[in-house]
């Protein structure tokens, strides 16, 4: 049986999650800031799926990174979206999510970094 990867899990559903708003966000044609939260919101997990297949430690690290600093940006955007007025759409939800990544990722990074020494 496969372990279950939790950041590999909730990237995932995120970047779903992401992809939905993107849609609502269009149709009331927010297209700047919808862009940019989609380009950013769905990169975390495709870096937290190339860290998986990491051919290193300094590369999952590396990768692990990049998601890590994708997700920061998702929460820039997410909180440009709830402090502007540019839509009525409810983001709390997304910026719970996303400050929960920022959270796993940041643990991730900082004990492989530990034990890459």
Do not use: C, P
């Not at 559903?13 to 849609?23: D, T």
């Not at 769905?42 to 690290?61: L, R």
């Not at 692990?64 to 007025?85: F, G, H, N, P």
Request: proline fraction near 0%.
């Amino acid at each position: 049986m496969k372990k279950e990867n939790i950041v590999v899990e909730k990237s995932f559903e995120f970047a779903l999650k992401i992809i939905e708003l993107y849609k609502l966000l269009k149709n009331e044609n927010e297209f700047i800031i919808s862009k940019q939260l989609l380009r950013s919101g769905t990169s975390i997990g495709a870096n937290v799926q190339e860290a998986t297949a990491g051919f290193s430690k300094k590369d999952f690290i590396y990768k692990m990174s990049i998601a890590s600093k994708e997700a920061r940006e998702t929460k820039y955007w997410l909180q440009l979206l709830d402090k502007s007025s540019i839509t009525g759409i409810n983001v709390s939800i997304y910026l719970e999510d996303v400050e929960h990544l920022v959270n796993i990722l940041t643990k991730i990074v900082k004990t492989a970094q530990l034990q890459a020494k």
